[in-house]
């Protein structure tokens, strides 16, 4: 790539090249000299690309090719395996930790989706509101929530293990009445789901409010004029107006919980409530690494996500754009 | 004068204070108090295997932290691995946003392939690159013998000098992270109107002149939103190093977790998140800061 500046210098047109090098002149052309509105030429736009390929694509055929392979091809060395088996697979599906393995993916879908869905339903509402309504301290309140949803969450982990441990409690004020009290939530793919849900509303407000922002107002106006009212107008006109933005915004708060650690790291004990990448880290085991297993699990747990990604990421680079870069 | 139309405006207030009041219950709860109560705890003695005595310390735990070895080797590694990591990430996730930017046959498979390592696990990613590290078996020597880089004789054990660990751990979140990169930034450059090239052209200009007069000029608030959030993603980096090493002076949020709950001093380990808090803290009101700045520019 950083030889690519040399081989621009554009052919000099001082005299007519001679009748036998117009051919080479024009395969200079195509390949070395980029058109004018653009930047690389063709040469090393492939050069590039190919290197770009290679260096996304290789770790993770490395992967899928260690989990069909058997353990003498692991342990020997090979990238591709001899003999391709399912053995790996057969093994963790089947095997003495299936059932562990299986809830954990079961735990990682309920905790993926119900994150999605509550974060969704609450921080899209609030969207609208800002997006919408002029209101004191509207900015501030804005900026606010974007801090928090920049905050990373080691630093209100501790707090929020204790308020799962004790349980979440609603109290109603000067009274010694509870609106709401769980019991402990440690423990259960609960205290996952309220932790997620309160790191990706934030996420979802910032995100939605800029969207909602760029639906003009005349739609909702003449949804008014129709005698809809204001619940009916962001139901029928805003919403079905919104879905890429609704989309790209559920895509990362799914992308997000299916993909957390730390947090499950520390409120999960047992298998009731293990997610996924907990469960693969446990093939770490005291007698060193089960990589047939790991390799494995890690493909399957990885597939979802990298299946969702490849087809969405129309909506995932728009998302970007509005949510990281324009606010 | 009271006019429907201030009547309207009032039900308008109570609609969207409505609609805002599960969003401010959540975040009162789960957000706002447990950040008041850690600033509150990081002042006490919370030792929970301690039979939980809660005793008023002051700023003992943060004087602590600050004498201690361990919490300035983690800060280094910290820095260290977020420079690193952001630097290499902006450079590779540039010229790759700038290939795939360009118009050719199959961009949209290029596209799509770049997002696998970034959709991928981080935990797997961490396992994954784990693997590949692995002496004797592992991808990176049985290539590196092959290419003969490296003389068959020679086996080394990549991750066992934890001073050099963290250049490893940065190899695996460069390839998980470059794309992310690239794709804030092909955001940015989807932005940058052709005629500016085709003016650029005109005055003879060549690939390094382009880039260096028009894209990235051009490209600066989405470079700086990219840096900001990325090094914010690079100070939080835990799964990896769960994986490569059982050292919890690799990163401020190992060591920071490993205080919570291995040990249980949630005193100590609240005092350690300020710490790492405050860090981000400057970066965050950067990013607003910025981000303002975009705003107001639209």
Redesign the interface.
């Known amino acids: 790539m950083s030889k690519a500046g040399p081989s621009v210098i554009t052919p000099g047109n001082a005299s007519p090249p001679p009748q036998q090098s117009l051919h080479r002149r024009s395969i200079r052309q195509v390949w070395f000299t980029p058109k004018s509105n653009e930047l690389i030429p063709k040469f090393w736009l492939w050069l590039g690309l190919l290197i770009m390929a290679v260096f996304t694509l290789a770790p993770f055929i490395y992967l899928f090719t260690s989990s069909i392979s058997d353990t003498p091809d692991l342990l020997g060395g090979r990238l591709f395996p001899a003999h391709p088996t399912l053995y790996n697979y057969v093994r963790l599906l089947t095997g003495n930790g299936a059932g562990d393995y299986l809830a954990s993916v079961r735990n990682s879908v309920e905790v993926a989706v119900m994150t999605t869905v509550i974060s969704m339903v609450i921080g899209t509402l609030a969207a609208y509101a800002f997006a919408r309504f002029r209101f004191p301290l509207r900015m501030t309140m804005l900026f606010g929530i974007l801090a928090m949803q920049i905050l990373p969450s080691i630093s209100i982990i501790v707090p929020l293990y204790i308020t799962m441990r004790n349980g979440l409690s609603i109290p109603i004020p000067f009274t010694h009445a509870f609106l709401l009290h769980t019991g402990s939530l440690l423990d259960s793919v609960w205290s996952l789901i309220i932790a997620y849900t309160s790191f990706s509303i934030p996420f979802v407000v910032w995100l939605l409010s800029g969207y909602f922002q760029t639906i003009p107002r005349e739609l909702e106006e003449s949804a008014f004029v129709d005698g809809c009212g204001r619940w009916r107008a962001m139901m029928r006109v805003i919403l079905p107006l919104s879905v890429p933005g609704l989309a790209a915004t559920a895509i990362f708060t799914l992308l997000n919980a299916w993909d957390e650690f730390v947090i499950a790291n520390a409120f999960t004990q047992t298998y009731a409530s293990k997610t996924l990448p907990i469960a693969i880290a446990e093939f770490i085991g005291k007698h060193g690494m089960d990589w047939g297993l790991m390799t494995a699990g890690g493909f399957i747990g990885s597939l979802p996500p990298v299946i969702i990604a490849m087809f969405l990421y129309r909506y995932i680079v728009s998302g970007l754009t509005v949510g990281g870069v324009k606010g | 004068m009271r006019s429907p139309r201030m009547a309207q405006k009032k039900k ?2 109570w ?3 409505l ?2 009041v ?6 009162v ?3 706002i ?3 008041y ?2 600033a509150v ?1 990081s002042l006490y003695h919370y030792d929970l295997l301690d039979g939980s005595t809660t005793r008023f310390v002051g700023l003992q735990n943060y004087v602590d932290a600050l004498k201690s070895a361990a919490f300035w080797l983690a800060t280094k590694r910290t820095f260290y691995f977020a420079v690193l990591t952001v630097v290499v990430e902006l450079l590779l996730g540039f ?2 946003a ?3 930017n ?3 046959r199959g961009r949209t498979f ?15 990613n961490g ?6 590290y ?1 002496p ?4 990176l ?3 590196l013998h092959a290419l003969h880089i490296l003389p068959k004789t020679d086996n080394p054990v990549w991750l066992a000098t934890s001073s050099h660990i963290m250049n490893f751990v940065a190899v695996a979140d460069i ?1 998980k992270m470059t ?1 992310f990169m690239s ?2 930034l ?3 450059l989807q932005a940058i109107p ?2 500016l ?2 003016a650029a ?2 005055d ?1 200009a ?3 002149t ?2 260096w007069h028009v ?1 990235i000029p051009q490209l600066m ?2 470079i700086m ?2 840096v900001v ?1 990325r090094i ?1 993603g690079a ?2 980096v ?2 990896i190093l ?2 490569f090493t059982g050292d919890p002076n690799t990163s ?2 190992y060591l ?2 490993n205080n ?2 291995r040990y249980f001093y ?1 005193g100590k ?2 005092a350690l ?2 710490l ?2 405050l860090f ?2 400057v970066l ?1 009101t950067l ?2 800061r910025m ?2 700045r ?2 107001e520019a ?1």
């Open positions: 308008d207030m609609f969207a204070l609609l805002i599960p969003t401010a219950l959540v975040l709860r789960v957000f108090v447990p950040i109560q850690s705890w010229f790759i700038l290939l795939i360009q118009k050719f290029f596209r799509a392939i770049i997002i696998i390592p970034w959709a991928m696990l981080t935990l797997v396992l994954l690159w784990d693997w590949i692995q004797g078996f592992g991808a020597t049985v290539v390839w794309p794709l804030i092909l955001a940015g052709e005629e090239y085709e052209a005109m003879g060549g690939f390094w382009k880039l894209t608030p989405s939103v990219a959030l914010m100070f939080r835990y799964d769960t994986v401020l949020s920071t977790f919570a709950f949630f380990a609240s998140a300020w790492s808090t981000i803290l965050i990013y607003i981000l303002k975009n705003m639209n």
